[in-house]
């Protein structure tokens, strides 16, 4: 008998000898798929379904002053300004806003009185420039007029004379009536009247002018 060569795989289906044949075996299941069935994270967890209901535009409304308030007070105006840009509707808007205002979150009053306080004696600022921040900010006329006439037209002099003294060394060697411009103008941009800005220029320079010179070091105040 003629020697027979190696066997193959047909030998081991046919004779027995072998297993299954090779059309038996379970079929290749191909490479793992990277990407996990819809539904499910990475390692296989069931995501929670995401809550895709809009918030309660009170809660948001509320959230919102808060939130602003956090930081320093806000007049009503502003608020409402800010809500509207978010898209809170404005009977919303009105109504977290009323809230506020009986609890006392909000106080246009109070914030006027403060701002007229803080920006008078921080920037040198009169009472007409006071006035033009505050109804930018929406304060209403009434409320500003009444916070505005508490800062005494004397205190609002001396401080026109003390930013005066201060930029005196900064227009010193210029000719008189140069000064007098530069240093009104100083005081109109703050919102002094013109009458009051003249008069107190004319008499720290007939000051500086009788004696000594008064600021040397022309110490940093109420930057232009």
Request: charged fraction near 35%.
């Amino acid at each position: 008998m003629p020697e027979r060569e190696a066997w193959g795989p047909l030998d081991w289906s046919v004779n027995g000898v072998g297993g299954e044949g090779f059309d038996l075996l379970p079929a290749d299941p191909g490479p793992l798929s990277a990407t996990p069935p819809p539904g499910t994270s990475p390692d296989g967890a069931v995501k929670e379904p995401r809550d895709k209901e809009p918030k309660d535009p009170v809660a948001q409304a509320k959230g919102l002053c808060l939130r602003l308030l956090t930081g320093s007070s806000k007049t009503r105006k502003q608020l409402a300004d800010a809500m509207r840009k978010r898209e809170i509707p404005d009977e919303v808007a009105e109504e977290v806003l009323s809230r506020f205002e009986e609890v006392g979150l909000i106080d246009d009053a109070a914030f006027a009185d403060a701002w007229v306080e803080s920006r008078h004696r921080g920037r040198g600022l009169a009472r007409r420039a006071l006035a033009m921040e505050l109804r930018s900010r929406g304060v209403d006329n009434a409320v500003v007029a009444e916070a505005v006439e508490r800062l005494d037209p004397e205190q609002e002099a001396d401080t026109a004379r003390e930013l005066v003294r201060r930029k005196l060394r900064s227009t010193r060697g210029l000719d008189r009536q140069v000064r007098i411009r530069r240093l009104a103008g100083m005081l109109a941009r703050r919102g002094y009247p013109e009458g009051l800005a003249l008069r107190v220029v004319r008499e720290v320079l007939d000051a500086e002018a009788a004696g000594p010179a008064e600021d040397e070091q022309d110490p940093p105040f109420w930057e232009d």
